[in-house]
């Protein structure tokens, strides 16, 4: 089977512009979220990890007449740099370069362009009609690259991102695609993040996962555009370089509350360990975890991780940028592409007193990497999980 390389990455995160910046903000372990500045937004905890504003993207305003929010010009942005970094430009049609009709995007978001729909409820909506919540987020990415491959938005809640990536490696491996860009992008929602407060699972302060002080999650926004490509494909244009090999996934769906995890973790943990029996031997050096903040998230994947991967260290990601929804999983797996890259796990956020509960590592200094396997996990509502294992690139 050939291997699905990682051959460039893009971000638009609450660190700023661009994966230098992401990586550096990484190391410096040190970010708090903001009021968010909507004066609807009348709830108990206005509060997010918000991208910079003078690194929010003017444009794409519209695309081809379809009126665009924050969430599709965030994911533009994401795949321009992942574009550029691959080495493939704007476009495919250039001589030697590579065929559009084989190049897909999946891309995820939970809630897209929503701020279009909330401002249609107020009769300040766009003057077209030509335009909806979530699936532009995708087409808008195919459109500007010109990528006329498959083109799916995926937006299964916080494990979408997750489950985008998994069908993009499914695309390459089925010779459906030679190169996928795929990720997630979400952006501020008043509904979304008002939902979060009247169900008590906003934390007053910050995101701090495996806290014994934790009281909830908080949200974040941005999106992360991985570009996967053959490795074939890879070596036949001269891709100069690879950060990772996409190694295996695992799906899973517990179908037990629409809102909370199976208290004993049985299918997260399936999906934990297809997703390392597909990758084959080797040692996972690291755990990027879905890690929330919320009291029985943390609780149950802690457990399971102490079965599956038990001493292995943690990076969570999700202290440092708060829960970006259904781009959570494309963040996870560029934190993962980037430390298997650099050999490095970047020092953690310090959340106070761990729970007791969940005796997981969590190294608070720079740490070299041993092993040459790193895991992310994505879970969503609905019971939706899903692993992914990323290996060195070879």
Same mark, same amino acid.
């Given at each position: 089977?050939?291997?699905?390389?990682?051959?460039?990455?893009?971000?638009?995160?609450?660190?700023?512009?661009?994966?230098?910046?992401?990586?550096?903000?990484?190391?410096?372990?040190?970010?708090?979220?903001?009021?968010?500045?909507?004066?609807?937004?009348?709830?108990?905890?206005?509060?997010?990890?918000?991208?910079?504003?003078?690194?929010?993207?003017?444009?794409?305003?519209?695309?081809?007449?379809?009126?665009?929010?924050?969430?599709?010009?965030?994911?533009?942005?994401?795949?321009?740099?992942?574009?550029?970094?691959?080495?493939?430009?704007?476009?495919?049609?250039?001589?030697?370069?590579?065929?559009?009709?084989?190049?897909?995007?999946?891309?995820?978001?939970?809630?897209?362009?929503?701020?279009?729909?909330?401002?249609?409820?107020?009769?300040?909506?766009?003057?077209?009609?030509?335009?909806?919540?979530?699936?532009?987020?995708?087409?808008?990415?195919?459109?500007?690259?010109?990528?006329?491959?498959?083109?799916?938005?995926?937006?299964?809640?916080?494990?979408?991102?997750?489950?985008?990536?998994?069908? @993009? &490696?499914? !695309?390459?491996?089925?010779?459906? #695609?030679?190169?996928?860009?795929? =990720?997630?992008?979400? *952006? %501020?929602? /008043?509904?979304?993040?008002?939902?979060?407060?009247?169900?008590?699972?906003?934390?007053?302060?910050?995101?701090?996962?495996?806290?014994?002080?934790?009281?909830?999650?908080?949200?974040?926004?941005? @999106? &992360?555009? !991985?570009?996967?490509?053959?490795? #074939?494909?890879?070596?036949?244009? =001269?891709?100069?370089? *690879? %950060?990772? /090999?996409?190694?295996?996934?695992?799906?899973?769906?517990?179908?037990?509350?629409?809102?909370?995890?199976?208290?004993?973790?049985?299918?997260?943990?399936?999906?934990?360990?297809?997703?390392?029996?597909? &990758?084959?031997?080797?040692?996972?050096?690291?755990?990027?975890?879905?890690?929330? =903040?919320?009291?029985?998230?943390?609780?149950?994947?802690?457990?399971?991780?102490?079965?599956?991967?038990?001493?292995?260290?943690?990076?969570?990601?999700?202290?440092?940028?708060?829960?970006?929804?259904?781009?959570?999983?494309?963040?996870?797996?560029?934190?993962?592409?980037?430390?298997?890259?650099?050999?490095?796990?970047?020092?953690?956020?310090?959340?106070?007193?761990?729970?007791?509960?969940?005796?997981?590592?969590?190294?608070?200094?720079?740490?070299?990497?041993?092993?040459?396997?790193?895991?992310?996990?994505?879970?969503?509502?609905?019971?939706?999980?899903?692993?992914?294992?990323?290996?060195?690139?070879?």
């Amino acid at each position: 089977m050939d291997d699905v390389l990682v051959t460039g990455v893009g971000a638009l995160s609450p660190l700023g512009t661009g994966v230098d910046a992401f990586w550096r903000g990484m190391h410096a372990a040190h970010t708090a979220p903001s009021r968010v500045p909507d004066p609807l937004a009348h709830m108990d905890h206005p509060r997010m990890y918000l991208v910079p504003e003078a690194d929010v993207p003017d444009g794409p305003v519209e695309w081809a007449g379809l009126p665009l929010g924050r969430g599709s010009r965030f994911a533009v942005e994401a795949a321009r740099q992942a574009a550029e970094d691959a080495g493939l430009g704007a476009g495919f049609a250039e001589p030697g370069g590579v065929d559009p009709r084989r190049v897909a995007v999946a891309i995820s978001s939970g809630m897209g362009d929503t701020e279009l729909h909330e401002a249609w409820w107020q009769g300040k909506g766009p003057d077209s009609d030509r335009w909806a919540p979530v699936f532009p987020v995708a087409s808008v990415v195919g459109g500007r690259l010109g990528a006329r491959g498959p083109n799916t938005c995926v937006s299964n809640a916080c494990s979408a991102s997750g489950y985008a990536l998994s069908v @993009a &490696a499914d !695309l390459i491996r089925s010779g459906e #695609a030679d190169v996928v860009f795929a =990720g997630g992008a979400e *952006a %501020y929602s /008043r509904v979304a993040l008002a939902c979060f407060n009247r169900l008590g699972a906003i934390d007053p302060e910050r995101c701090r996962p495996f806290s014994a002080d934790r009281r909830g999650t908080v949200f974040g926004e941005g @999106a &992360a555009v !991985l570009v996967l490509e053959s490795g #074939a494909h890879a070596r036949a244009r =001269g891709a100069e370089r *690879a %950060y990772a /090999r996409l190694a295996g996934t695992g799906w899973s769906c517990d179908a037990h509350h629409a809102t909370a995890p199976e208290p004993g973790g049985g299918q997260i943990e399936r999906a934990m360990r297809e997703a390392l029996r597909e &990758a084959g031997e080797g040692e996972v050096g690291f755990v990027v975890p879905h890690g929330t =903040g919320t009291d029985l998230n943390d609780v149950v994947e802690s457990r399971v991780l102490a079965t599956v991967a038990p001493h292995t260290p943690l990076y969570s990601l999700k202290a440092l940028i708060g829960h970006t929804g259904g781009a959570a999983g494309a963040f996870a797996a560029l934190s993962a592409a980037l430390m298997l890259d650099r050999r490095t796990l970047p020092p953690n956020v310090p959340i106070g007193t761990p729970d007791p509960e969940c005796a997981v590592p969590l190294p608070s200094g720079p740490t070299p990497l041993t092993g040459g396997y790193g895991m992310v996990n994505a879970y969503a509502f609905g019971g939706n999980n899903i692993s992914l294992v990323f290996a060195e690139a070879p």
